[in-house]
C-alpha cells in the first residue's frame, strides 16, 4: 500500500491538515440557517398530522375563523403528487400526496397545513380542525405486511412489496463443497436519524427575477428544483433552490420531503413568504427512518472457515412511500451488490426484498445500507470462526481479498479497483494488542468485567457513476458533476459547485485542491455552493461523492485555468511562456515575476496589457467531470475495539477502538480524521442506544430525547485512527470518497467484542442492534438456561 504521507506537498495543498475555514462561522454563532433567516410578511406552517397508522379520513372539519389559512390536499389540487420511479422489473410505486388523501398511512403523516404569523398561533390552529378516521389494518412490521389480507397500503398493487430483487452466482456447484454450515438470524432496529437541525424550509417569490425561490436544508438543491419544478407545474427556471447552512444532513435531506414541497406550493399560490421547521417530535415521530434489516444468513464454509458460498435473505422495512428520487430500491440494490463485502468466495444466493408497512418512509442515512450488510457479514463470519474453533483475525485472513489480486471483480461483479484489506487487518490486530487482550482475558479482570475484543473490515463504495445508479433502477440520477473556478478581480479564486457542504469541510478541501494547481491562498478561495441560481448542476451530495466527482470537476477547471494565466502572465513579463514557472501564485521567469493578481489586474482593468491572441473567454471555466470508471471507487477499513462487560449490569464501556482507513490520497487528513471520528460516533448510536420502535398499532414509543437515546461526548471514546493511502487509479490526484465509512463498521464490532466478552458464560450470541444492557443480561440468562 503506497502511501503519499512522505510526499513534500505544499503547505495548504493536497494533503496538508489545513484547519477548516467555515468553523470559525460556527463557532461564533455567524451561521445562516433557515429558522435564522427573517423576511417581512414571513409566515410560519405547521402540520396537522395523523395520529393512527392506517385508516381511511371519513371527514374532517375545519372551524371558520381559521378556514381561510387551513389547506387540505384538496386544496391543492394544481399540485402533483410524489412518484419515486424505478426501472426494477418488479418494483410498485407509491403516490406520496403532499398531504394525506384519503387516506394515512403511518402516524405523523400531515394531513392539514396551517400558517399564522407565529409558529405557536399556527398550532393552536391546527388543533381546532377535526377528522373523523375510519380503521383499516395495520402493518406494523413487515411480517404482518407480507401476510396482507385485505386492505393493502397501496390500493393498486399486488401486495405490499415495493420490490425483490435476486441473485445466484454458481450457488449450489460451491454450498456442495462445504464441510461447515451456519445460519444466523441478524436484525437491525429501525432508526431515526437526528441532526441538530431537523427538516427546514423557506419559500416566497422573487418578483424581480419571477422565480419561486425555495431555501431548504438539503443535500440536492439541483435535484429539488427539478421534482418542485414537475410536482408544481412549473419550468425549471422558474425554481431557484437554495441550501444554506444546514445542521448536518446524513442522507435525511438527499430526498425530497412532502413538507418541502408543501410550502414552495403555498410560496407559488399567495406569493408571500412561507417557512416550517421540524421540531424534534416531528423528526422522531413523522420523520423518515433508516437501518431497520432483516438477514437470514447461512455461509457455507470449509473446515479452515474459508466461505465457499453464501445464501442470504434480506428484508427491508421501507415504510409507507418510496422516496424521491432514490427509491426505497436504493436499499436491497445496495444490500444485494455490496453484502460479500471485501470477501473473495464465488457462491452467492441472495433474496432481497423491500416490504411496505405503516411506517415513515425509509431513506438513505450514513453508510446506506453498507452498516446493515457489514453488521450481518461480519457477525457470520465470527459465527464461523467459532464454528471452526479459530480467531476471527485468522479466517478473515483466509476470506479477504489479497493486496495482489487487485483489481478484482468480486462475486457481485463489483470493481475493488486498489487496495490491501489483509494489511489493515493486521495493523488493526496490531494497533489493539489481540495477543495482549487475549492474555487479559486469561487473567480475568479485578473488577469481574469480562472483556472482550471484536473486528470488521467493510468496503465502502463511494462516488457512484451512472452505471451504478441505472442498475439500482433509477437513470434520472445522472452521476455527473460541474464546476466553475473564476480568478476574480482581487486575484482570489471563487470555485462553484452544485453539491452542498454541511459539516463535511469542502469550504476548506475544495479550495486545498484548487491551491494545489493555482497556487492561490487557501484565504483567499471562496466556494459557492448548494445553490441553482448560482452553481452548476450537479446531483448532489450523498455517497460520498462530493470530493471525488465535484472535488474532481474543481480540479480539472483549474487545470483548464493554469495555462490561460500562464499566457497572460508570461505576456506581462515579456519572456517566451516555454521559459516561466509557477511559485506558488507567482510566475517566475529570469528573476522577474507577476501574481495571480497582476494577471487579473491585466484582465479586469488593463486590456491594454492583455496579449493579442487571449482566450476571449477569460478568466473563468467551467467544466463537467467524472472519473474514467463510473462504477464508484472502494475505500475500505478495518474498526477494532476492546470492551469490557459489567455481567451484573449488562453495561458495556468501549475501553480501545481503533480504525484502519484507505480513502485513496487525503485531500485533508484532519478532514477525514474528524468525519471518521463522527461516523464511528453515529455508529456506536445504531449499535447501542439507538431505536424507533413501533407497537402493533404502529404507534411509534419513541417520540422525545427522553425515550430515543442518543450516545454523548462520555459514550464515544477516543479512537486510534492510522491511514493506508492507496490511491485511486480512476480519480483526481486518486482520492476516494469517505463520508460516510465511519459509521458502517461500529455495529458489527462492537457487537463481535461484547459476543467475545461473554463466551466464557455460555451466553447466548446478540444478534440484534441495538445492544441494551437488558438484551445483555437476558443473554447471559439464556446462556445459564441451555
Ligand atoms: N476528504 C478528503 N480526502 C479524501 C476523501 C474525503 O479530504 N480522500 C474530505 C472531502 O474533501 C470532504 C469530506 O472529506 O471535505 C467528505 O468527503 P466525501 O467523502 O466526498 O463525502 P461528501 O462530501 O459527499 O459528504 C457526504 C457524506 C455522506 S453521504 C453523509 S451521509 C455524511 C457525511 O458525508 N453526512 C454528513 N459526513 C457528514 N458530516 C457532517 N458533518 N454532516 C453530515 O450531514
Ligand atoms: S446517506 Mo449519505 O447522504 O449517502
Not at 468485567?449 to 440520477?477: C, D, K, M, N
Request: hydrophobic share 40%; with cysteine.
Amino acid at each position: 500500500h503506497a502511501s503519499t504521507h512522505g510526499r513534500p506537498g505544499k503547505p495548504q495543498g493536497v494533503g496538508a491538515r489545513v484547519p477548516r475555514k467555515e468553523d470559525a462561522r460556527h463557532l461564533l454563532g455567524k451561521g445562516n440557517f433557515v429558522a435564522d433567516m427573517a423576511m417581512p410578511g414571513l409566515s410560519e406552517v405547521a402540520f396537522l398530522r395523523s395520529p393512527l397508522a392506517h385508516a381511511r379520513i371519513a371527514s374532517v372539519r375545519v372551524a371558520d375563523q381559521i378556514a381561510g389559512n387551513v389547506f387540505l390536499r384538496q386544496s391543492m389540487a394544481d399540485a402533483r403528487d410524489i412518484v419515486a420511479d424505478s426501472t426494477l422489473p418488479t418494483y410498485q410505486a407509491s403516490a406520496q400526496p403532499p398531504l394525506a388523501s384519503g387516506k394515512v398511512r403511518f402516524v405523523g403523516e400531515p394531513i392539514a397545513m396551517v400558517f399564522a404569523p407565529t409558529r405557536a398561533e399556527a398550532e393552536d390552529h391546527a388543533e381546532l380542525i377535526e377528522v373523523d378516521y375510519d380503521d383499516l389494518p395495520v402493518y406494523a412490521d413487515v411480517d404482518s405486511a407480507q401476510a396482507a389480507e385485505g386492505d393493502l397500503l397501496h390500493e393498486q398493487w399486488r401486495d405490499n412489496v415495493f420490490v425483490t430483487l435476486n441473485a445466484d452466482k454458481q450457488f449450489d456447484e460451491y454450498a456442495a463443497q462445504a464441510e461447515v454450515v451456519v445460519r444466523r438470524k441478524i436484525d437491525l432496529a429501525r432508526q431515526c436519524m437526528v441532526p441538530m437541525e431537523g427538516k427546514a424550509v423557506l419559500a416566497y417569490w422573487d418578483h424581480q427575477a419571477d422565480q419561486l425561490v425555495v431555501v431548504s436544508a438539503t443535500q440536492v438543491p439541483h435535484m429539488i428544483r427539478s421534482v418542485l419544478a414537475q410536482c408544481l407545474d412549473l419550468e425549471q427556471g422558474r425554481v431557484r433552490v437554495v441550501s444554506p447552512d444546514v445542521g448536518g444532513a446524513f442522507g435525511y435531506k438527499c430526498v425530497l420531503q412532502q413538507e418541502e414541497l408543501c410550502v414552495a406550493w403555498l410560496a407559488k399560490t399567495f406569493k408571500r413568504p412561507f417557512r416550517f421547521i421540524e421540531d424534534r417530535r416531528e423528526h422522531l415521530t413523522a420523520g423518515a427512518n433508516s437501518r431497520e434489516h432483516h438477514y437470514e444468513m447461512v455461509a457455507y464454509a470449509d473446515r479452515r472457515g474459508k466461505l465457499l458460498a453464501l445464501d442470504a435473505k434480506i428484508t427491508i422495512d421501507g415504510g409507507a412511500y418510496s422516496v424521491w428520487p432514490f427509491t426505497i430500491g436504493l436499499e436491497p440494490g445496495q444490500a444485494i451488490g455490496n453484502l460479500p463485502g471485501p470477501y473473495a468466495f464465488k457462491g452467492y444466493r441472495c433474496v432481497t426484498k423491500a416490504v411496505a408497512t405503516n411506517k415513515p418512509g425509509f431513506v438513505p442515512y450514513r453508510g446506506v445500507a453498507r452498516t446493515g450488510v457489514c453488521f450481518a457479514m461480519e457477525l457470520t463470519m465470527d459465527a464461523i470462526a467459532r464454528e471452526v474453533g479459530r480467531e476471527p483475525w485468522e479466517v478473515r485472513q483466509e476470506n479477504l481479498v489479497q493486496g495482489e489480486q487487485m483489481p478484482f471483480v468480486n462475486v457481485t461483479g463489483k470493481h475493488l479497483d486498489s487496495g490491501d484489506y489483509p494489511a489493515s487487518l493486521q495493523q488493526a490486530m496490531e494497533m489493539i494488542g489481540v495477543d495482549a487482550v487475549r492474555e487479559r482475558q486469561r487473567q480475568g479482570e479485578a473488577d469481574g468485567r469480562l472483556i472482550g475484543v471484536g473486528l470488521a473490515t467493510y468496503t465502502e463504495q463511494a462516488a457512484h457513476g451512472t452505471s451504478v445508479f441505472a442498475a439500482w433502477g433509477t437513470p434520472v440520477i445522472p452521476g455527473f458533476d460541474q464546476a466553475t473556478a473564476r480568478v476574480t478581480p482581487d486575484g482570489g479564486l471563487e470555485l462553484r459547485v452544485g453539491v452542498h457542504s454541511h459539516g463535511q469541510g469542502m469550504e476548506t478541501t475544495f479550495a486545498q485542491i484548487a491551491n494545489e494547481i493555482l497556487g492561490v491562498d487557501v484565504g483567499s478561495i471562496k466556494l459557492l455552493h448548494g445553490d441553482t441560481g448560482q452553481t452548476p448542476f450537479s446531483t448532489g451530495t450523498y455517497a460520498s461523492r462530493s470530493l471525488v466527482m465535484s472535488g474532481g470537476a474543481v480540479s480539472q477547471a483549474c487545470k483548464r485555468l493554469l495555462p490561460r494565466l500562464t499566457h497572460i502572465g508570461a505576456h506581462l513579463l515579456q519572456a517566451d511562456p516555454a521559459s516561466v514557472a509557477w511559485n506558488a501564485d507567482r510566475l517566475e521567469a529570469d528573476g522577474k515575476s507577476v501574481s495571480v493578481k497582476d494577471v487579473a489586474d491585466a484582465w479586469y482593468l488593463r486590456p491594454q496589457l492583455l496579449p493579442p491572441d487571449v482566450d476571449p473567454s477569460g478568466l473563468e471555466v467551467t467544466v463537467g467531470y467524472k472519473p474514467k470508471v463510473d462504477t464508484g471507487c472502494f475505500t475500505y477499513a478495518t474498526h477494532a475495539a476492546v470492551v469490557a462487560v459489567d455481567p451484573g449490569t449488562g453495561g458495556v464501556e468501549i475501553l480501545d477502538y481503533v480504525v484502519v482507513e484507505d480513502c485513496g490520497t487525503m485531500i485533508n487528513p484532519m478532514v477525514v480524521e474528524g468525519q471518521t471520528i463522527g461516523g464511528v460516533a453515529q455508529g456506536i448510536g445504531t449499535a447501542f442506544y439507538e431505536e424507533t420502535p413501533y407497537d402493533e398499532n404502529g404507534q411509534p414509543l419513541a417520540s422525545t430525547l427522553a425515550d430515543y437515546m442518543l450516545p454523548g461526548a462520555t459514550e464515544v471514546p477516543n479512537m486510534r485512527l492510522h491511514h493506508f493511502e492507496t490511491p485511486s487509479p480512476h480519480t483526481e490526484f486518486g482520492a476516494k470518497g469517505m463520508g460516510e465509512g465511519g459509521a458502517i463498521a461500529p455495529p458489527a464490532v462492537l457487537f463481535n467484542a461484547v459476543n467475545d466478552a461473554l463466551r466464557p458464560l455460555g451466553a447466548a450470541e446478540l444478534l440484534r442492534t441495538p445492544l441494551s444492557p437488558t438484551r445483555v443480561l437476558a443473554a447471559i440468562a439464556q446462556g445459564k438456561q441451555t
